[in-house]
């Protein structure tokens, strides 16, 4: 067993068999000074009777990729990956952790060693319980992506929560982890003698690997090759696990690991392919959250559920042809499945997502529907073989339907805006928040906003979102668009049509802004020794410039200020933290102000003039006007929506916020008369937040040189057009002092059709991009040194297996500095 870690120290009194170890940092030695890989090579193969390993007769190869100052770089893991190729190896361990999927060298050696048959297992993060927060490599379909869960069989706080975030706007996440192990008070190997106890998902990725490595020994070897591989392990292990009772998909996969299943499973197996998830059941609550949660209906964006496919026959497969739906009744007939799906299945995984609707002939059906999704893979035939080898896969379908919802209970969550990391350093939106610097939760319903979505489907409100612009979806249908922390820009169009959408055709616009201030995003910068380049955000909390053009219509503009304190409204108190201010509103309107500090680096100098009587300025933060036949309400700070790192919720505002968009419901405290506002409030253009021309943004952005169109999260009638056309009724209708738009010339409706096979997700080039791994420590014990201020990757550990386990492990640490693993010209990366 290789171990890729801190190193093992010389002749240490756990270990039966230490074979070699090596050096892959730029210091001269060999031993382990952190204890990090001693303990996780300990799990696997220690032979201590205190804190006996799962396979104490492997023998161990160490690696030390870390120094004892915690730092590494993607030149000492790539050599130490080949390494490992080169050692025929039969199984590798990571616990390692970052959320940049995007550092392609990184994930493409990954791709590299399971194309070379090499089993890879892979702690999922520590940054739970936050959803959208997986780490990778752990969240890469070929992966085996492993949470901790503690001995009640609760999942650990701290053990990350899926969905994956790479397929985000226009697709949806996968299912991760793939299984969950014990990982809290773990018993391993101290750093010299002795054992102890930690905890961390990076503890119970080697349960899971050590697992693994005795179901690689009790395959005869000359039939191992044959049988095992990162994909047939993965089926084993998925089908084996025991699916707890009340956690979702997301938070524990298949389930809890059972070694003697999966090894009953192996026993028989067959080169096969597989879906995972294979079941997906609306009346199977909470672990089909959130698909449970909220019921089909007609004239609804498509519903999407995106599955792995696992094909155990070959390193390379194909879906043979088209998947087919087969309703177990007639009215399954009601609906209608677009599927994509990957070109090529490679190494060993691939996906298979279904675009779900219900046709418009069940607008009033009320119950279930079954049946199964069936498609079949084939792959080369294995060496010695004449025949391809073929199987045949099925997904089980029990759908719950409903009739299509009012208008006014319908709310279109925009996606397509919500620009994370990464690629580009997107900040956080609370600027108190010192620990965790990236925006990088996926800003979707079911990651950071899940707890929302929870709350809007108590209140009966039916959430769908939209992953395309602004174009692709008719405004008759729904009674709000909620726009949350929107960080691009707009096409024109879209500005045009959301115009026309709110004041006449009636929708209700609900927008909560975040921070925008230059100045103190110039101040956030900071230079990264590793690119030897100053990083810098690239837009602030939200994109305050672009929302201020789509509300222009409107005559409504946030501001660059950067506002903190608590409030109360109607009993009801909130902190505001890090919010903008509104500068230009309407009159007639109704707007609600609050003293508080302005923190942004303009107010800062206020706030010191002030600071003798600790007087706060009053700041507007909520409008709410009728426009039209529609309705707005806008709001400065998102972060009362957002679990990530919420002090305190704001949801009792939203609910009214929507019953006054959806269904014109006044509450008398929002619409009070002292918050009636006579005449507007404005500010000229050149007070208006500016955008940044010190930033390539185009880099980061869905529309800024790019071609408005409808992706596959659209409804099936417009993919691949620019949408729905913009006639306008009651052009002369407008608002008071309004500019006429002239929206009439509609938009170019072809009937080009996306390639039905496959989407073709967004994956940048890291060259021009911030792009590192932001890695960090996966378990919360303390080491057993003093931990020194890191500049760098901070993880250690990776364990290596030859003809058994390697290991890489490392530990995931939140750092307020990212780093980017550059190569140089030879190949090796800089040094710092």
Not at 486 to 504: A, C, P, S, T, W
Request: charge should be negative.
């Amino acid at each position: 067993m290789a171990v890729f870690d801190t190193g093992i120290r010389d002749k240490h009194p756990h270990f039966r068999n230490i074979k070699e170890r090596t050096n892959w940092t730029n210091e001269d030695t060999l031993n382990d000074n952190l204890g990090h890989g001693t303990f996780v090579a300990g799990v696997v193969a220690g032979v201590d009777a205190e804190c006996l390993g799962f396979a104490p007769d492997t023998e161990i190869y160490a690696f030390r990729v870390f120094t004892d100052a915690q730092v590494s770089y993607t030149s000492w893991f790539l050599d130490a990956f080949n390494y490992a190729i080169a050692t025929n190896i039969d199984v590798l361990n990571l616990s390692i952790g970052g959320p940049d999927y995007l550092d392609l060298p990184f994930v493409e050696k990954v791709w590299e060693i399971t194309a070379n048959n090499i089993i890879m297992v892979s702690a999922i993060g520590n940054d739970g319980p936050l959803y959208g927060t997986l780490n990778n490599p752990a969240d890469q379909s070929d992966v085996i992506g492993v949470g901790g869960i503690d001995y009640s069989d609760h999942i650990a706080s701290f053990s990350s929560r899926g969905m994956s975030t790479w397929e985000l706007p226009h697709g949806y996440g996968r299912v991760k982890p793939d299984v969950v192990a014990y990982g809290r008070d773990i018993m391993g190997s101290k750093i010299s003698t002795g054992c102890k106890s930690l905890s961390g998902t990076s503890v119970a990725s080697p349960v899971v690997a050590g697992m693994v490595c005795l179901l690689v020994s009790v395959i005869p070897e000359n039939n191992r090759k044959h049988i095992l591989n990162p994909a047939s392990m993965k089926q084993a292990l998925v089908e084996g696990a025991a699916k707890l009772s009340g956690p979702n998909m997301y938070e524990q996969g298949a389930g809890r690991v059972d070694l003697l299943a999966s090894y009953e499973i192996l026993k028989s197996y067959q080169p096969r392919a597989s879906i995972f998830p294979s079941v997906l059941d609306y009346t199977d609550c909470p672990y089909s959250w959130p698909f449970c949660r909220q019921p089909l209906y007609a004239g609804a964006m498509p519903v999407i559920f995106n599955t792995t496919i696992l094909n155990g026959m070959g390193v390379v497969g194909y879906v043979e042809s088209q998947p087919t739906w087969h309703p177990s009744d007639e009215e399954g007939n009601l609906l209608s499945i677009h599927f994509t799906y990957s070109e090529v299945i490679w190494p060993w995984t691939g996906y298979l997502a279904l675009h779900m609707q219900i046709k418009e002939e069940g607008a009033q059906f009320s119950g279930d529907i079954e049946g199964n999704v069936t498609f079949r893979v084939y792959s080369p035939p294995a060496q010695g073989e004449k025949d391809r080898r073929i199987s045949t896969c099925v997904l089980q379908l029990k759908l719950k339907v409903v009739p299509t919802p009012p208008r006014s209970k319908r709310i279109l969550w925009d996606q397509f805006h919500n620009i994370k990391y990464p690629p580009g350093y997107i900040p956080r939106d609370s600027l108190d928040v010192r620990n965790d610097i990236l925006d990088w939760h996926g800003d979707h319903l079911h990651t950071n906003f899940h707890i929302m979505f929870n709350m809007l489907r108590d209140a009966d409100y039916y959430v769908e979102t939209l992953g395309s612009p602004l174009t692709c979806f008719d405004a008759h249908q729904y009674g709000t668009l909620l726009l949350v922390d929107l960080e691009d820009e707009y096409f024109q169009e879209e500005i045009d049509k959301l115009r026309d959408d709110v004041i006449n055709t009636g929708l209700g616009l609900v927008v909560f802004s975040e921070w925008y201030n230059v100045d103190t995003m110039v101040k956030m910068r900071f230079f990264d020794d590793n690119t030897r380049s100053w990083w810098t955000p690239v837009t602030g909390g939200s994109n305050v410039p672009a929302l201020n053009d789509l509300l222009a219509p409107f005559g409504i503009a946030f501001g660059d200020k950067i506002l903190n304190g608590d409030f109360t409204i109607n009993g009801e108190q909130s902190r505001y933290a890090s919010g903008t201010d509104i500068v230009r509103f309407p009159g007639g309107g109704y707007v609600h102000s609050f003293p508080f500090f302005d923190s942004s680096e303009s107010g800062a100098t206020q706030n010191v003039l002030r600071a003798s009587d600790m007087s706060m300025a009053d700041s507007p933060i909520l409008g709410l006007i009728e426009a039209g036949e529609g309705r707005i309400a806008v709001y400065g700070d998102s972060n009362c929506l957002d679990s990530s790192h919420m002090v305190t919720n704001c949801y009792w505002l939203l609910r009214k916020i929507l019953d006054f968009t959806g269904g014109n419901i006044k509450d008398p405290v929002l619409f009070a008369n002292s918050a009636k506002q006579d005449s507007p409030l404005y500010v000229d253009d050149n007070q208006l937040p500016s955008r940044r021309t010190d930033v390539n943004f185009s880099a980061y952005s869905a529309v800024m040189g790019k071609e408005l169109i409808c992706g596959s999260d659209s409804r099936f009638e417009i993919w691949g057009t620019k949408g729905y056309n913009l006639q306008v009724r009651g052009r002369n209708r407008r608002l008071p002092g309004y500019p006429v738009i002239d929206l009439g010339r509609g938009l170019n409706s072809s009937n080009r059709m996306f390639d039905s096979r496959r989407p073709k997700l967004n994956v940048k080039s890291k060259s021009d991009s911030l792009g590192n791994k932001y890695l960090g420590l996966l378990y919360g014990d303390e080491l057993e040194m003093p931990v020194l201020a890191a500049s760098h990757w901070i993880v250690p550990s990776l364990i290596a297996v030859t003809g058994l386990l390697l290991f890489l492990s490392f530990w995931r640490i939140r750092q307020k500095r990212r780093r980017r693993r550059k190569s140089s010209g030879s190949g090796r990366f800089s040094n710092p």
